[in-house]
């Protein structure tokens, strides 16, 4: 059961154009959305987030925008540069027991093109 | 700058053989989580603690998999007997409950290969 599900394996954009990175969820007790990026052989680190209450959280080139009705977010960046090339995966949170809990999504390779 | 570590980096081992996956939260955070990544599922959630205690570890294939926190600085992961599906890259995070919103840090995997 896929409660975070990103659609699109793989992205590729110009440079300096803007990519529009999308994630879908299904359970309505997730609190916070995050999106983390993925460098070859290293770990996923954290970009940015947004609080359910919110619809939009901008931070330098990145914007996240909340749709809570429809269940969908997307983390747009602009303009893309060449080192935005990475895998973007989704998260959401759940609170359980005292312990935040993330359940991510299967990612999205972005490919910027010079 | 504080991480998350991990140990080994890669693992080839051979199918029905036992594999250790060690990880080393950052000093202070008191919740580690153990993911894995594959091409189907991303990051999979296989099992996570809160001071020590496992809260969680219904991921897990339970016959074969097992998880621990022997103390404050060490997580393990071990898979025994090990299987060709299990080849994939595992990821432990580590975060603390005290911050409303602590971003989990990850460490930079172990790459495991089955044969």
């Known amino acids: 059961d896929q409660q975070v599900k990103q659609n699109s394996p793989s992205l590729s954009v110009q440079e300096g154009r803007i990519s529009i990175l999308n994630c879908d969820y299904t359970?309505?007790?997730?609190?916070?959305f995050l999106w983390y990026k993925k460098y070859p052989a290293e770990g996923p680190t954290f970009l940015i987030s947004?609080?359910?209450?919110?619809d939009k959280n901008e931070d330098g080139r990145f914007t996240v925008f909340l749709n809570k009705s429809a269940k969908h977010l997307s983390l747009h960046i602009v303009p893309s540069q060449p080192g935005d090339s990475a895998v973007y995966f989704c998260?959401?949170?759940?609170?359980?027991?005292?312990?935040?809990?993330?359940?991510f999504g299967q990612g999205t390779r972005l490919t910027i093109n010079p | 700058d504080a991480r998350v570590t991990q140990t080994p980096r890669h693992k080839v081992t051979e199918m029905g053989q036992e594999v250790t996956m060690r990880c080393q939260p950052i000093?202070?955070?008191?919740?580690v989580f153990w993911y894995r990544q594959t091409m189907m599922q991303g990051l999979e959630l296989l099992a996570y603690?809160?001071?020590?205690?496992?809260?969680?570890d219904s991921g897990m294939p339970k016959d074969r998999f097992s998880a621990e926190m022997p103390d404050a600085t060490l997580a393990t992961l071990k898979i025994q007997p090990s299987e060709p599906r299990d080849s994939a890259v595992y990821f432990c995070?580590?975060?603390?409950?005290?911050?409303?919103?602590?971003?989990?840090?990850f460490g930079n995997g172990t790459r495991l290969t089955v044969t």
């Open positions: 995070a580590s975060g603390s409950h005290r911050v409303f919103l602590s971003p989990l840090h």
């Open positions: 359970n309505s007790m997730f609190d916070y």
């Open positions: 947004i609080s359910s209450i919110k």
């Open positions: 998260a959401a949170r759940l609170i359980i027991q005292g312990a935040q809990k993330l359940v």
């Open positions: 000093l202070g955070h008191n919740t």
């Open positions: 603690f809160r001071n020590r205690a496992p809260l969680d």
